[in-house]
């Protein structure tokens, strides 16, 4: 079964340095999600592409989180400066088409000390 | 705004019990409708997804869901629980317009006592 990959799979990091997080979607899915899930929380969505646009990132803090997709296949999302209440998980996901469900990615679980 | 509610944040069953996990939703629009299980350590997974037809839904691990349009619910069943499906279950939903992104509500967790 096709899979969503991620890496690193767990970061931790000193506050105030930068970080980044590596996704490859399945293979021909055009949309890919970065969502951030707090313990205890459900994933809020951070940015979505269709290709290589960003269609949403409303919720991206955009002072500190940047996420590119530019060949509209891998998907870098970098934090920087990192602060304590960004430690929690990074979900990435793709779909096909956006509106079949998505696959999600291990995660990479991100600690900021 | 759009909201996904599942107000039963911890459950806990024993072996063989029937479960229901509520999930409501708010728009009055056209809905897609899933449920997520992340067992202990692992990854978000898709247990069962509706989009149109046949209300009840059933999915995978013997789980099934029924969409109730009146009362904007998509509630999760499955007739006995097992200790392996100890885990947090999402209800999510994607409002209809745009680029569709999923919203999630802000799960349930659920222990199965042996």
């Known amino acids: 079964e096709a899979e969503v990959a991620q890496s690193p799979r767990y970061k931790i990091t000193e506050k105030s340095q930068a970080v980044a997080f590596w996704c490859d979607p399945i293979?021909?899915?055009?949309?890919l999600y970065w969502y951030r899930q707090i313990l205890g929380q459900g994933p809020e969505l951070l940015v979505q592409?269709?290709?290589?646009?960003?269609?949403?990132d409303s919720q991206l803090p955009k002072d500190r989180f940047s996420a590119e997709r530019l060949k509209g296949v891998d998907s870098t999302l970098k934090i920087q400066p990192a602060e304590l209440g960004d430690s929690a998980m990074y979900l990435c996901?793709?779909?096909?088409?956006?509106?079949?469900?998505?696959?999600f990615g291990s995660g990479t679980r991100l600690t900021v000390v | 705004a759009q909201s996904v509610s599942q107000h039963n944040h911890h459950v806990i069953l024993s072996e063989a019990a029937s479960l229901e996990l509520g999930c409501n939703y708010s728009?009055?629009?056209?809905?897609?409708l899933f449920w997520y299980v992340q067992y202990p350590g692992q990854h978000l997974q898709l247990l069962l997804k509706?989009?149109?037809?046949?209300?009840l839904v059933k999915g995978i691990k013997g789980f099934e869901a029924e969409f109730i349009k009146s009362k904007f619910s998509f509630n999760l069943r499955k007739p006995s629980v097992q200790w392996s499906d100890t885990a947090e279950y999402f209800c999510?939903?994607?409002?209809?317009?745009?680029?569709?992104?999923?919203?999630f509500g802000t799960g349930t967790k659920l222990q199965v006592i042996p």
């Open positions: 509706y989009f149109s037809g046949d209300p």
């Open positions: 728009y009055g629009g056209t809905v897609n």
């Open positions: 996901a793709s779909s096909p088409d956006g509106s079949y469900g998505y696959t």
């Open positions: 293979s021909g899915h055009a949309t």
């Open positions: 592409f269709q290709d290589e646009s960003v269609v949403d």
């Open positions: 999510a939903v994607t409002f209809s317009g745009g680029y569709q992104k999923v919203t």
